[in-house]
């Protein structure tokens, strides 16, 4: 089994597959993960902490080898089957690579392979610098060409909005990047004496009547806005060097689809770095 782990400033989302994916389950959204799981990214949690975790979601997935002997070489080729063979880690927080790396090891006995410079990704990052491409982009980018097999936009929504551009050859060509909308929710909400907490729903009008309202239509219209504009742009730009329709990728936030709905997407895959997890493991193989 394959232990796959993306973790952000906010989330670490944690999934496990019977194995790594083939270029045709790869285009299938969600094919082949046994469990996935979200788990607050918490600063101070421990390597103990998150070997318990892995144990528990490692736990709740049915065993093969329930509905066998406990005897035998049959129940022993079953709980080899059931075993986590393979670690793979996507991480923007280097305070937690170190402990979540060896929650791992205590976990499950094997060794977390990271993602980094050197690594088997498939993608060629063209941009000024590449060491500063996150590794979270460089997994949703490797998804993405086996995923859409041409050129794409893709838009994550999580703590930073970024918006990716990916060509026809699956080369990264850079990204832009803007503040979250929780981010932005919480950095108005601190600024300001009198707006509280406010639920980031759908706002029905673009006038609001009350706080919640008006900062729900600020935030959510305004960030739909955003990402509109910032498409066009990405669009205008790959348009010369690339062939064919570009396609619009949204991944992260549910809340994220509501924005893309105005301006139009094809695919919303929540889990789209994790895919790339999953893709990048197939190819690290021995």
Known sequence: MLLAIDARNRAIVVGIRASAPSPGEARDRGSGWLALRRLGAISERSEDEYAFLFREIFRDIPSRAADRSAAGPDAAAARRQDAIEAAWLSS???????????????????????????TRTGVKIRTDVPSEVGADLVCAAAAAREIVGGPCIIVDFGTAISLSAVNGAGEFLGCAIAPGIAAAAESLRSAT?????????????????????????????????????????????MAPADCGPIQVIGTGDPLGRSLLASIGYDRFIPDLALEGLAIIAARSAP
């Open 92 to 118: 923007v927080v280097p305070a937690m690579t170190g402990r979540i790396c060896e929650g791992v090891r205590t976990a499950f006995g094997v060794t977390c392979s990271v993602v980094g410079p050197g």
């Open 193 to 237: 004496a009198q707006i509280p907490e406010v639920r980031l729903d759908s706002p029905v009008k673009a006038i609001g009547r009350t706080t919640a309202q008006s900062v729900q239509s600020g935030i959510l219209l305004g960030y739909g806005g955003l990402v509109q504009r910032l498409v066009e742009l990405i669009r205008g730009e």
